[in-house]
């Protein structure tokens, strides 16, 4: 077979950061009018801190959420030490008598130990002056990061008040869009990036999320979380913040990481010659860091078991049914988040489909559980209502001993039972719960539509949306999973990563080094089964999963409509839109993809599926033209909310479309307005009042939400049919091979690789296999998309990309092996085991050998 070779291509950038003419534009401001911020050097953690300011509402809310986190740690050690030292718990339980003249009642301050004996038992206990001096150093560390944060935050509230004209009390009003849409502004005024003369939205984005990006394309790409396969639960996702928080410290910021600063990985993981060594490296790095969990176990046990306890136990204490509630789980959030997506716009996300993910998950109730909890329901409730009608009758029976304990663990007994019995009145229609779900969280495996009444589907969903207390349980556990994971399993991964690193990383011209997932290229890595057939030329190891590229881009591009994606991007976008249009108005309604069923359950925003005419009303600007607008673009949003209502069978689809058809014009009109405005469309705030521009503000982010779940929906159906198409397709094209197989012969088809050698490798690589033209296989159309077009224009860009699996270098007779992913990630191929076999890699070559491995964006 041909050998195959990891060299660089010379890709075409996927936008351009800077105007024509200054891709190597360095601005010179004299000295005169230089600013404050002029030439920013470490933009990230200025924009960073932007962000974070504007999330916890001012520098006010922000200090004194730090102070009370500096004295909650003080509190809860210092609380335990004397609970452990300083009580006398015989007073306390009445199983000694004080000494007492009088015959006074005991009171709290007699069971509590004297000043000298409690500093005398704290100083002869060496386990608890190890916690104490280990949180003392904790303390110290936390105090001046405080003071730091303090420091560089009063500098950020500066930049707010003078550059960008907002003051504190008005940010916590301010859409993070308005605040970006000023910083977009001043760059012209202030050149906070000299590399630039212009900022764009993505450019802030970049620089926020570049990390983000990186562990949202690693979980893609199947990388992490570690996954595990338990005797009883089956495949089984461990991802907790102790973890996460070691991926970072291993692979960004931590001491031997793969990034020399916040902008650059180091030039070393940019080269393909010494990727063995560096693999080596990391994984001993890992196995430190793994060692040095082990160490530090006890005491961050210790830490998450009474900081859980005193988080909990009132919550727990006041509505016991917590426990049993849902939330979103860490894996679930991360493999949940488009590129490029800031953390409250992923939680305003999936907090719409909070609601609908947990009447799915209350479908599923197990009958037998039901009889059992009504019955122990029963018997407790009997038990305690006779405790409460005793009470009640006599209050000297709550001196009675355990009897307050009673009626107290009754009362929770009673309480989580309940939560086992379903609503009476509850119709079980999983599958569209399930379309309600999807419509906001946007990801969904292609193997859950259709099978949503399955507990298959329900087990690997509920690794997403999990218990509160399996939430509570994993931290609890983390201390001492955390290890094991560390030193077990992610050193085997240890070449994949630096591959990955290697080989999806891009340079940004004023930006740096970012994940080339987040440019959101639909060339690069676009999926064919994604509506991007003929659009992408990327191999299957440069695909992005699940349709991640192409919903990253258009969430970015509805949440971001001042941004000004390139050409082919723009195509996309505009060709998708008006194709969802065009089959909502003309196509029949039993055969385009956004018709539902009369039984669908309520759309995805009630208050504005009452109608427009009712919030038309509303005076949003000083002029009419303003309120036309608002007016349109609400009929806008009813009217595609109505295709997700229960009352819209085909009819009211296309006549709601009809409807949006008629104010396009109104559309195109408020579209110029904000283009020569400067400010996004959802921050306009021209009302007489704050809360008329806070009003529209909402109005308007919804019906962006609104649009960027229906074409989900659309999205979603689209890559079902045609998934459906190629699998029939397929399986004709299996039949007719199996005719013709009798004519090909045995030593062709065991004929092993004569020139093949064995190197290391990653799992990442796709796999190579020959190719005889006399063994078809359903894959092997598809597989090597795009493979000649790199090659032939590797010479004539800009963009210089990490050297990669899939390079023009393969050879007529080698085709890459298409895998199929299983459930929630993983890889599985799809080729008899007899033609599985590893592509070849060069031997270990020096440095010199091979080029500087960059991939820039100009």
Not at 153 to 180: D, G, H
Not at 360 to 379: D, G, I, Q, R, W
Not at 737 to 745: F, I, L, Q, T
Not at 782 to 790: M, N, P
């Amino acid at each position: 077979m041909a050998h195959f070779e990891t060299e660089y291509q010379r890709l075409e950038a996927s936008y351009s950061d800077s105007p024509p003419g200054e891709e190597n534009l360095l601005m010179h401001v004299p000295e005169g009018t230089k600013s404050q911020w002029h030439h920013i050097e470490n933009l990230d953690l200025f924009f960073q801190r932007i962000y974070n300011l504007h999330q916890k509402n001012g520098f006010t809310c922000m200090l004194l959420g730090e102070i009370f986190e500096l004295v909650q740690l003080l509190f809860v050690v210092g609380f335990t030490v004397f609970l452990a030292n300083c009580v006398d718990y015989d007073i306390l339980f009445a199983n000694k008598f004080v000494n007492r003249t009088d015959s006074s009642k005991v009171t709290l301050p007699d069971a509590f130990l004297p000043v000298d004996v409690c500093s005398a038992r704290i100083r002869d206990n060496a386990f608890v002056m190890f916690v104490l001096t280990i949180s003392g150093v904790f303390w110290l560390h936390r105090l001046i990061k405080f003071i730091y944060n303090v420091c560089c935050y009063w500098e950020i509230r500066s930049f707010y008040i003078n550059a960008l004209k907002m003051t504190m009390s008005e940010l916590p009003y301010a859409t993070w869009q308005e605040v970006q849409a000023r910083i977009v502004e001043i760059q012209k005024e202030h050149q906070i990036c000299i590399h630039k003369k212009e900022l764009t939205e993505l450019d802030i984005y970049h620089r926020i999320l570049r990390f983000k990006n990186y562990m949202v394309a690693m979980v893609n790409k199947s990388l992490l979380p570690v996954r595990f396969r338990l005797p009883v639960l089956g495949e089984y996702v461990f991802y907790t913040r102790g973890l996460k928080y070691n991926f970072e410290l291993i692979f960004f910021w931590g001491p031997g990481s793969l990034f020399e600063n916040e902008w650059s990985l180091k030039p070393e993981y940019k080269r393909g010659g010494n990727r063995l060594e560096l693999a080596d490296r990391l994984a001993s790095r890992i196995l430190w860091i793994g060692i040095a969990n082990l160490l530090l176990c006890p005491v961050i046990l210790v830490w998450q078991i009474l900081y859980a306890f005193f988080s909990y136990t009132e919550v727990i204490k006041r509505e016991p049914g917590c426990l049993g509630a849902r939330c979103w789980s860490l894996y679930g959030r991360c493999y949940l988040r488009h590129f490029n997506e800031l953390d409250h716009e992923l939680m305003s996300r999936l907090s719409k489909g909070y609601k609908a993910s947990s009447k799915y998950m209350n479908c599923f109730l197990s009958p037998l559980l039901t009889v059992v909890a009504k019955n122990v329901a029963f018997f407790a409730g009997s038990l305690l209502a006779v405790l409460i009608a005793l009470t009640i009758y006599d209050e000297d029976v709550l001196a009675v001993e355990h009897v307050l304990s009673s009626i107290t663990l009754l009362g929770v007994c009673v309480t989580v039972c309940r939560s086992f019995i379903p609503d009476k009145n509850m119709v079980f229609c999983p599958e569209q719960l399930l379309r309600v779900i999807l419509a906001h969280i946007h990801y969904m495996p292609d193997h859950w539509q259709g099978n949503a009444h399955r507990y298959e589907t329900r087990d690997q969903f509920s690794q997403l949306f999990q218990y509160k207390a399996v939430f509570i349980l994993e931290e609890l556990l983390s201390p001492v999973v955390t290890p094991i994971i560390l030193i077990f399993c992610l050193r085997r991964k240890s070449l994949e990563i630096i591959d990955f690193f290697r080989n999806f990383t891009v340079e940004v011209v004023g930006v740096g080094d970012t994940c080339s997932f987040a440019q959101m290229d639909i060339r690069q890595h676009g999926h064919p089964a994604w509506m991007s057939e003929g659009k992408t030329e990327a191999s299957i190891y440069q695909q992005a999963e699940d349709g991640k590229t192409e919903l990253s881009l258009m969430h970015f591009a509805i949440t971001n409509p001042q941004w000004q994606p390139p050409q082919e991007t723009t195509h996309f976008i505009s060709q998708l839109k008006e194709r969802v249009h065009r089959e909502a108005t003309g196509g029949p309604s039993d055969t385009h993809p956004l018709s539902l069923s009369e039984s669908e359950p309520r759309s995805l925003i009630a208050n504005i599926l009452v109608g427009p005419s009712t919030l038309a009303s509303v005076h949003f600007g000083r002029d009419g033209s303003l309120t036309n607008h608002a007016a349109a673009i609400l009929g806008d949003g009813a009217s595609a909310l109505r295709s997700l209502s229960p009352v819209s069978n085909s009819l009211n689809l296309r006549s709601s479309f009809s409807v949006a058809h008629r104010s396009a014009c109104h559309n195109s009109a408020m579209s110029k307005v904000m283009a020569g405005s400067g400010t996004d469309a959802r921050t306009v705030s021209s009302g007489s009042s704050a809360w008329e521009g806070q009003f529209t503000s909402m109005v308007l982010s919804e019906y962006a939400s609104t649009e960027m779940s229906i074409h989900a929906l659309y999205m979603h159906e689209l890559h079902k049919q045609q998934s459906r198409g190629e699998l029939s397709r397929h399986t004709w094209h299996r039949q007719e091979s199996d005719e013709s197989s009798d004519s090909v012969p045995d030593e062709v088809r065991s004929e092993p690789h004569a020139h093949s050698r064995k190197f290391p490798r990653s799992h990442t690589f796709p796999t190579m296999v020959p190719s005889p033209s006399s063994i078809p296989t359903s894959a092997s159309a598809s597989a090597c998309t795009g493979l000649s077009k790199e090659g032939a224009s590797s010479h004539s860009n800009t963009q210089r990309r990490s050297s990669g699996p899939a390079t023009d270098s393969l050879g007529v007779g080698v085709k890459v092996v298409r895998t199929a992913r299983v459930p929630m990630g993983g890889w599985a191929e799809e080729t008899p085991s007899a033609l599985r076999h590893h592509e070849t890699l060069p031997e270990e070559s020096s440095e010199d050998e091979m080029p500087p491995h960059v991939h820039r964006v100009s």
